[in-house]
């Protein structure tokens, strides 16, 4: 049995070492996901405890296990129970953070105590052995590694003899790791560090009031609410650039934004490090603003109102932008598109961006206020295509056809492009080459939070892949990835990071 007294809030653990310090004692500090306890975790923590006087093991919670779909297994609190039942580990935490640095700037271990898969710094697919590393140090302590000659790995170990996954996915991701995937995409992942990438596209602020539901008013036939808080995200091409400035080098946006209501700031403050801005400013029009009224219950949406002017730009502004555009596309190893319908991107746009781009990759998206209107077909070339069913369908007047048959048949014949995505919803994505053909990738998570963003984030983090000529049925199941992780953030409280996909896919294809 466990012993509970083992189980403690950092806050507490944290005095609890001070006071062992004090006495001369040497702390320990392990840190894992730790979702199957398996015969290296205990080799791992009997080294670790055989280090010092006392070994603290922290635990990923649940919310930052980047672990891939239905991961982890088994809640923190269970995990934590666990490991307190092992006679090496003194005191067991629960870290509410996405890396082990909170728990060690709280603990200041002595020796900070990892596996000797973490000793080469860059076949860390965390990325962050280097900074727990400086961490440590900087809180007098020094970086251990364990070797017990045999690597164990919860993910082979799950992937292989238990049931997490539905059989149609389980079959599909076998067949992917018999074809030795892992180290192809991780390849693939890695050589488009060094990209050039334009963005082009509309700006949309995206903001959630999260409303209480309270019922019918007895007097008006509508539905009455309570606010409770509201949450505002720079998103559209910002939030995609945001996404491609965790696997690319140098990102710029060029956008559209609104004098009347710009909320510049807002944007510039939410831009990642490596992502320039370079707008156009409109007179008299606020930057497109969807604010949608959600029940913070399972995160429903309730309706959205639109705060947006989506006619053409002034002939001078357009032109401005155009100039712009052909200025800077040329520039780039890969001009990514997201066409949101709202005005910005006009026919003769298009047409400088399929004369001057290197690589060209597009989405226009349907929405409310284009439903129709914004079409894939307006682009008459492109080097790769990423929209969803209905958007395809909509772009050949095919309801009920085959979906194959509508790409092929119908979308290729329209827009010259050798790479096209089609993404499914539930089900996946279906990845198309004029010689290659087609590839089905199953959907990789049924946990559903917010599709928000989604789409833009499998086009952004894919697009550069095509790029540098990853073949499409890998770029899919890169893009499921992104998009099961994509699916469970609240609107764009944070980007795709290169961490956390790799390790996702890593998870997948152990």
């Known amino acids: 049995?466990?012993?509970?007294?083992?189980?403690?809030?950092?806050?507490?653990?944290?005095?609890?070492?001070?006071?062992?310090?004090?006495?001369?004692?040497?702390?320990?500090?392990?840190?894992?996901?730790?979702?199957?306890?398996?015969?290296?975790?205990?080799?791992?923590?009997?080294?670790?405890?055989?280090?010092?006087?006392?070994?603290?093991?922290s635990v990923t919670a649940d919310a930052f296990v980047n672990k891939g779909p239905g991961r982890p297994v088994f809640p923190a609190e269970a995990r934590a129970?666990?490991?307190?039942?092992?006679?090496?580990?003194?005191?067991?935490?629960?870290?509410?953070?996405?890396?082990?640095?909170?728990?060690?700037?709280?603990?200041?271990?002595?020796?900070?105590?990892?596996?000797?898969?973490?000793?080469?710094?860059?076949?860390?697919?965390?990325?962050?052995?280097?900074?727990?590393?400086?961490?440590?140090?900087?809180?007098?302590?020094?970086?251990?590694?364990?070797?017990?000659?045999?690597?164990?790995?919860?993910?082979?170990?799950?992937?292989?003899?238990?049931?997490?996954?539905?059989?149609?996915l389980r079959d599909y991701l076998h067949g992917c790791r018999e074809r030795h995937w892992l180290p192809r995409i991780i390849?693939?992942?890695?050589?488009?560090?060094?990209?050039k990438v334009l963005l082009v596209g509309?700006?949309?602020?995206?903001?959630?009031?999260?409303?209480?539901?309270?019922?019918?008013?007895p007097k008006e036939n509508m539905i009455a609410t309570r606010f409770t808080e509201r949450e505002v995200f720079a998103g559209g091409v910002i939030a995609a650039a945001n996404h491609v400035a965790g696997v690319c080098a140098e990102v710029e946006v060029l956008t559209c934004l609104g004098k009347g209501d710009p909320h510049e700031k807002m944007v510039r403050q939410s831009l990642a490090p490596n992502v320039r801005l370079t707008p156009v400013m409109r007179c008299g029009a606020p930057t497109t603003r969807k604010c949608r009224f959600v029940d913070p219950g399972y995160y429903?949406?309730?309706?959205?109102?639109?705060y947006f002017d989506d006619s053409a730009l002034p002939a001078h502004l357009q032109s401005k932008f155009d100039s712009l555009v052909?200025?800077?596309?040329?520039?780039?190893?890969?001009?990514i598109v997201t066409d949101f319908g709202h005005g910005l991107i006009a026919p003769s746009t298009i047409e400088i961006l399929q004369d001057k781009a290197r690589f060209l990759a597009v989405n226009a998206q349907s929405n409310s206020a284009n439903h129709g209107y914004n079409l894939i077909t307006k682009y008459s070339r492109a080097d790769y295509v990423c929209i969803d069913a209905p958007e395809a369908r909509l772009a050949v007047s095919d309801k009920h056809g085959e979906i194959e048959s509508v790409i092929s048949d119908k979308l290729a014949e329209r827009v010259a492009c050798p790479n096209i995505i089609v993404t499914h919803g539930k089900n996946g994505?279906?990845?198309?080459?004029?010689?290659?053909?087609?590839?089905?990738?199953?959907?990789?998570?049924?946990?559903v939070v917010d599709t928000v963003g989604a789409g833009d984030a499998f086009l952004a983090i894919t697009s550069p892949l095509v790029a540098v000529g990853c073949p499409l049925?890998?770029?899919?199941?890169?893009?499921?990835?992104?998009?099961?992780?994509?699916?469970?953030?609240?609107?764009?409280?944070?980007?795709?990071?290169?961490?956390?996909?790799?390790?996702?896919?890593?998870?997948?294809?152990?």
């Open 1 to 57: 049995m466990s012993d509970n007294r083992k189980l403690r809030s950092i806050p507490d653990a944290a005095a609890l070492v001070a006071r062992l310090k004090k006495d001369g004692k040497r702390i320990a500090l392990c840190h894992g996901v730790f979702d199957l306890v398996h015969l290296g975790h205990l080799r791992h923590l009997d080294q670790a405890r055989k280090e010092a006087d006392f070994l603290v093991v």
């Open 81 to 168: 129970e666990m490991l307190a039942a092992l006679s090496a580990v003194d005191a067991v935490v629960i870290n509410h953070a996405p890396t082990a640095i909170p728990v060690i700037e709280a603990l200041k271990p002595s020796i900070y105590v990892k596996g000797m898969e973490y000793a080469e710094a860059e076949k860390d697919v965390t990325g962050m052995i280097v900074e727990e590393r400086r961490a440590v140090e900087e809180n007098g302590g020094r970086i251990h590694f364990t070797d017990d000659g045999v690597v164990f790995s919860s993910s082979s170990l799950m992937n292989h003899y238990f049931d997490i996954y539905d059989p149609a």
């Open 187 to 195: 390849d693939s992942v890695e050589s488009m560090a060094g990209l």
């Open 202 to 217: 509309d700006a949309i602020i995206d903001e959630y009031q999260y409303v209480t539901p309270l019922g019918k008013s």
């Open 300 to 306: 429903r949406k309730l309706f959205e109102t639109y």
């Open 326 to 335: 052909a200025t800077k596309a040329k520039d780039f190893d890969v001009v």
């Open 429 to 447: 994505c279906i990845t198309y080459h004029g010689e290659q053909g087609f590839s089905r990738i199953p959907a990789f998570t049924k946990s």
């Open 473 to 510: 049925e890998l770029v899919g199941f890169v893009g499921n990835a992104v998009g099961a992780i994509k699916v469970g953030i609240v609107g764009h409280r944070r980007s795709v990071e290169k961490a956390q996909l790799l390790k996702s896919i890593t998870a997948l294809l152990k």
